[in-house]
């Protein structure tokens, strides 16, 4: 089966391997929230990208492999719903921006700056700084040695735009000077985007509309 991330909530999740991970998406919650597991394809550890809701969902998508880690890509409540059960379930750490933790449920074991890295197993990924949508939102960049970058963007970059960031012009200007800088300017258009809410992308297909979002401010 091809991989399209089309999922639904209460629906099949989707899955796809690149050469060192298996990524499998999933929607939970009563607003569509993305939720990814990563399986490292040599080791079988395991990272969860935003517990975002419905914990019996998420630990059966993790299955016997259990939980090293939980990764919050930014402190808005919705993203982390399920956090304190699936922690206590599974003793995972906790990891998430700096600049974001006190917006947590529970403390982090792990606070990213840009540039940091985090490991799956064998994968490596680099934790992005991209502050608007939420002081400390993080992104995470996975290129695969063997493929496409892969980029997980939380809230912060959406098939037609950026994030949220309530007409606040100072968030936005941050928001989109960060995720220009640090996702476009330095990824190719074959990079592919898993936001955190709704279907993915790629940046070949965004990068064209660059300049209107930057005209339109949001």
Known sequence: MTYTGAVTAGGPPDVRRTS?????KASVGDIDNNVYLLRCRTTGEQLLIDAADEPTTLLALAGEGGL?????THQHWDHHRALPQVVEATGARVVV?????EGLPLPADVLLDDGDVVRVGKAEL????????SPGSIALVHRDPRGHAHVFTGDSLFPGGVGNTQ??????RSLFHDVKTK???????????YPGHGKDTTLGAERPHLD????RGW
């Open 68 to 72: 090293a880690t939980v990764f919050t």
């Open 183 to 193: 996702i476009f300017d330095v990824l190719p258009d074959d990079t592919w985007i």
């Open 126 to 133: 680099t934790a992005r700084h991209l502050a608007g949508h």
């Open 167 to 172: 007409k606040d012009p100072a968030r936005f």
């Open 20 to 24: 060192l991970l298996t990524i499998t």
């Open 212 to 215: 209107e979002w930057h005209s």
């Open 97 to 101: 921006g700096r600049d974001d933790a």
